[in-house]
């Protein structure tokens, strides 16, 4: 089910189209996809939601060569990723929001972060930050892999693959 409502762009005040659209995401449940976009200002929003709730949940996967890549990533805002090879953490805030993705656009997503640092960040960032864009590269090419691991406090996040181990957790203990 898709359905647009006409709201009120938050950056900007001018009316613009929410859209709410139900999908299935077979072995998993359905989910909420909230998307907005501003002709007028640009500003963007999209969130992922479950629409059921479910135990906190963490998902660790292997992605060993360049197919691995193309495995289905679901993130809730709730939901923090960590790709412990690369020393990347991304967690969940305010203005954090949810997608539907694969592996690689995940790592497309720490490329352009990254690109944000090639311009504001100083000598030694911008060192680094060349430095991850060339193993983010090799992870493409199949060259090195990397755990991505997600953990969502409800339940609401996936990794849509066999290879991946899911369990449970307790996020207050951590």
């Known amino acids: 089910m898709e359905q647009d409502v006409r709201g009120i762009c938050p950056a900007c005040g001018e009316?613009?189209?929410?859209?709410?659209?139900?999908?299935?995401?077979?072995?998993?449940?359905?989910?909420?996809?909230?998307?907005?976009s501003c002709p007028e200002c640009g500003y963007?929003?999209?969130?992922?939601?479950?629409i059921s709730t479910n135990e906190p949940v963490r998902y660790i996967y292997c992605a060993c060569c360049e197919d691995d890549l193309s495995v289905r990533v679901v993130r809730s805002s709730a939901a923090k990723i960590?790709?412990?090879?690369?020393?990347?953490?991304?967690?969940?805030?305010?203005?954090?929001?949810?997608?539907?993705?694969?592996?690689?656009?995940?790592?497309?997503?720490?490329?352009?972060?990254?690109?944000?640092i090639l311009i504001d960040g100083d000598d030694e960032q911008r060192r680094r930050a060349r430095a991850l864009k060339e193993r983010i590269i090799n992870i493409r090419d199949g060259k090195e892999s990397i755990t991505l691991i997600i953990e969502d406090p409800h339940?609401?996040?996936?990794?849509?693959?066999?290879?991946?181990?899911?369990?449970?957790?307790?996020?207050?203990?951590?």
């Open 82 to 116: 960590t790709i412990p090879e690369l020393g990347v953490e991304i967690n969940p805030g305010p203005a954090c929001e949810g997608f539907v993705s694969n592996v690689e656009g995940v790592l497309f997503r720490v490329d352009k972060v990254l690109d944000g």
């Open 155 to 174: 339940g609401n996040s996936l990794i849509y693959s066999d290879n991946a181990k899911k369990e449970t957790y307790c996020p207050e203990s951590e």
């Open 15 to 36: 009316e613009v189209d929410w859209t709410y659209k139900t999908e299935n995401i077979p072995y998993f449940s359905d989910i909420l996809i909230i998307t907005c």
């Open 44 to 50: 963007r929003f999209s969130d992922v939601q479950n």
